[in-house]
């Protein structure tokens, strides 16, 4: 079965925004964004040889993975001029990335990010990354930039940990916010420390984990060498791609439909009640870049 393509919805920055439902103020640059009905674009880039035969990164394919994402989303040819769209050289940045032992953000990703935005003119002393500890690093509760990215699992509280809840962080009770399945999730976002800070989201989909059971679920063979970058400035349509990659994946594992249970319905409330960016596939444009075999959306 071939699947319906994913479409997109822009983010603008500025006060003219706050009239138009469903917007989000993200903090890109608002020349970057349109006040259309275009749909959400995301950028889904996959290349083969970004991993060796033992999961290990190679820093140059991710790097080149990167780029080809920015300056497509962008749509500037040269990635450091694609990045001073997103990045200003006065920015604090924090790189929110994830530290789950079986699974992190790779360092080689981590490393490309900075590189770029120092590239931007930003300081080094003025970029953090990290995962916890937040609200006592300067460098995040003084951000004026925040980048987000971490990779996709399937999750026992939430039904899949992905890019709206690497935000969890940024509160001091992350576990006040599991009732209903982590339904709210997209609150997180009005919170001030985030608010109108990120620029961009990297959803990593190297070897998603697709199943699993228990609150620290991991197991190996419920990984594959799916080998993407899923990137976009809209991180519920970044999640709503991811998530439907990784449901087609669990119907071709099983061979039936097998939905992922607690049901992930953070990413649509992020849309339907919070308002905070696009989750309906019908209104988000996958941009796929790199190999196809095997790409399930």
């Not at 993407?228 to 991180?235: E, R, S």
Request: proline share 7%.
């Amino acid at each position: 079965m071939k699947p319906k393509s994913i479409n997109r919805r822009d983010f603008i920055k500025g006060t003219a925004s706050a009239a138009i439902a469903g917007a989000v103020y993200m903090g890109t640059p608002a020349n970057l964004f349109s006040m259309g009905k275009e749909k959400t674009k995301v950028i889904l880039v996959r290349d083969r040889d970004v991993l060796d035969d033992l999961n290990k990164v190679n820093a140059g394919v991710i790097s080149d993975m990167m780029d080809k994402a920015v300056t497509t989303l962008v749509g500037i040819d040269d990635p450091v001029a694609a990045w001073k769209k997103i990045i200003t050289p006065d920015d604090v940045v924090g790189i929110k990335s994830n530290v789950w032992n079986y699974l992190p953000t790779p360092p080689e990703l981590e490393q490309y990010l900075k590189k770029r935005v120092m590239d931007c003119g930003v300081d080094e002393k003025k970029i953090g990354i990290r995962d916890r500890g937040l609200l006592r690093d300067p460098l995040f509760t003084g951000s004026t930039a925040l980048i987000n990215t971490r990779p996709m699992r399937t999750h026992d509280w939430s039904g899949v940990g992905s890019l709206l809840k690497n935000y969890i962080m940024f509160v001091n009770d992350p576990w006040s916010w599991h009732d209903d399945t982590c339904a709210d999730l997209a609150k997180l976002w009005e919170l001030p420390v985030v608010k109108g800070k990120t620029r961009l989201n990297i959803l990593v989909m190297l070897t998603p984990l697709f199943h699993g059971s228990g609150p620290h679920h991991f197991n190996p063979k419920y990984t594959w060498k799916y080998n993407g970058l899923i990137v976009g400035f809209d991180p519920v349509a970044c999640d709503a791609a991811g998530l439907r990659i990784l449901q087609m994946k669990r119907n071709e594992y099983f061979g039936e439909e097998s939905p992922v249970n607690p049901p992930p319905h953070h990413i649509a409330y992020a849309e339907t009640r919070h308002r905070l960016g696009v989750a309906d596939p019908n209104k988000i444009e996958v941009i796929r870049i790199g190999y196809q075999e095997g790409i399930l959306i």
